[in-house]
């Protein structure tokens, strides 16, 4: 059993109801929430947003979930992380927790199955992502920080052979953290609202001595164009954090900063 969290942060200037709606719907295709559990953290999204949360009760596919959709409702944008680890707080012992954003599409069905299978193959396994079609890692990448690596993991006859891509980031569209990994270090940190806690979390489990790696044959859709005032805000507001994010990192491999994060 998984617990996936997801931010939601919608406004009539963002204009992201669509890319929500989107989400949800791929989710409930792909997911049996039978056995595993999501949480909408919603930090004060616009009224087309409530709305649509509202029509998922009359769902047809919703109905007879044994673990319901649930929403949970904050009065202020409290940011990315801090949203999230609303929903981790509810974490139960040994669960894994998923972190993703509210605009993907999500193409194939039982991939939290087969990340919680990956894991499962291999405990060094911290983070384990599903990747996007505009990532740049690949085994044969010239710069040593995109490289990447194929590695199959360990088999039990007579279940599938499973292959991971090592890497040293993961994009946080979709990522799950393992339950181990969620003992070392804790919840999720990032310096503001916005930005680079796929970054921080990464480092954090490499220095928890374990490793990242995408599923990268299961098949997903930014939907995201990139070409709004609000891609131009996210932009301008983690870049602005950049020299934080650095010195915050260097800090904790020199340990002086901890890899722990307690809310």
């Known amino acids: 059993m998984a617990l996936i969290a997801m931010a939601v942060w919608d406004t009539e200037e963002n204009n992201r109801t669509e890319y929500t709606k989107q989400t949800i719907d791929s989710l ?48 202020e944008n409290l940011g990315t992380a801090k949203a999230i680890n609303k929903a981790w707080a509810l974490r139960k012992q040994g669960e894994h927790c998923i972190k993703m954003d509210n605009d993907v599409v999500i193409n194939q069905a039982g991939w939290v199955d087969e990340m919680e299978a990956a894991i499962a193959a291999d405990p060094l396994i911290g983070q384990v992502g599903l990747k996007r079609k505009d990532c740049w890692e690949y085994p044969g990448h010239e710069h040593e920080d995109w490289r990447s690596e194929l590695k199959m993991l360990p088999h039990i006859a007579g279940t599938p052979w499973i292959i991971v891509e090592k890497c040293k980031h993961i994009i946080g569209t979709c990522v799950m953290h393992s339950s181990a990994l969620l003992d070392k270090v804790g919840y999720l940190y990032q310096p503001s609202l916005y930005g680079y806690d796929d970054v921080i979390m990464s480092h954090r489990t490499h220095l928890a001595g374990l490793y990242s790696c995408f599923l990268p044959h299961i098949n997903i859709d930014h939907i995201d164009s990139g070409e709004t005032a609000y891609q131009d805000w996210k932009h301008k507001h983690s870049g602005e954090q950049t020299q934080v994010v650095i010195d915050l990192v260097h800090e904790m491999y020199n340990g002086t900063k901890p890899i722990y994060y307690g809310e």
């Open 28 to 75: 409930i295709k792909t997911v049996d929430f039978n056995k595993h559990r999501m949480f909408i953290v919603d930090n004060g999204s616009c009224e087309a947003t409530q709305e649509l949360y509202k029509s998922y009760a009359d769902n047809d596919a919703c109905k007879g979930m044994v673990n319901p959709i649930t929403v949970m409702f904050q009065r």
